[in-house]
């Protein structure tokens, strides 16, 4: 596709529900065959659902797996290896799930007790239901991208940054994959934007993180105000 044949880019936000799956478990074992039978929208949503759900206090675990068992569990050392993992590195969320598996079977067999040991608070597997709704936003060039960014709100930087990878997995994002028809800026771009991690911050400072490259890239003043 040329550029001047590349469809323009329309903003979409969205809303992250959370549905209660009525699975609550107390143990590490419990935990363990929660996780083998969870679905994707269930490790999706422990695993990302935090980044939009609106708290008072700053998270300490980027994922809820990790915040049960040291919280729960008081398993430090279990709690610490699962809150590094980083989503991003995996190609889809069954590896996840895998990765998170392992991590729990090793444990199980380093420390039997926690086969037994037993939380007063459950922990409730919830499941992602993501609602999609247009706005009246929209560019035709990486320009008017740029300018925009920082004006977005941050479920609109969760959809098109964040959830787009499960939609196009080989952009990355939904930006990246609309860039790519713009030459050599669209690329310089795309390879900025694909050495994000947006997992352990906040939306807001991705949001930031964003309107700089466009703003280093395209020259001008897009950050954030």
């Not at 929660?34 to 994922?63: C, K, M, S």
């Not at 479920?155 to 952009?171: E, G, K, L, M, Q």
Request: aromatic share 12%; proline share 5%; net charge negative.
């Amino acid at each position: 596709m040329s550029v001047d044949s590349a469809p323009p880019f329309s903003i979409r936000d969205c809303a992250l529900l959370s549905i209660a799956t009525g699975w609550r478990i107390y143990t590490l074992g419990e935990l363990r065959a929660g996780v083998a039978a969870a679905d994707d929208e269930t490790i999706y949503f422990h695993f990302w659902g935090g980044l939009l759900q609106p708290r008072f206090e700053e998270r300490e675990f980027n994922n809820d797996f990790a915040a049960w068992i040291r919280h729960d569990l008081h398993d430090a050392k279990l709690a610490e290896q699962v809150a590094v993992v980083d989503p991003r590195e995996f190609p889809n969320l069954g590896v996840l799930k895998s990765e998170l598996l392992d991590l729990i079977d090793e444990r199980l067999v380093e420390a039997e007790y926690l086969h037994f040991s037993h939380s007063v608070r459950p922990f409730e597997f919830m499941r992602a239901q993501i609602v999609v709704f247009g706005t009246d936003k929209s560019v035709t060039n990486p320009e008017q991208l740029g300018e925009l960014v920082p004006q977005l709100s941050v479920s609109s930087i969760f959809y098109h940054f964040i959830d787009a990878r499960r939609r196009v997995p080989t952009a990355g994002d939904d930006f990246s994959a609309w860039l790519a028809n713009f030459g050599e800026t669209g690329t310089r771009l795309c390879d900025r934007l694909a050495q994000v991690d947006p997992y352990f911050i906040p939306l807001t400072i991705l949001r930031d993180q964003l309107a700089a490259i466009f703003a280093e890239e395209l020259g001008g003043d897009h950050a954030a105000r």
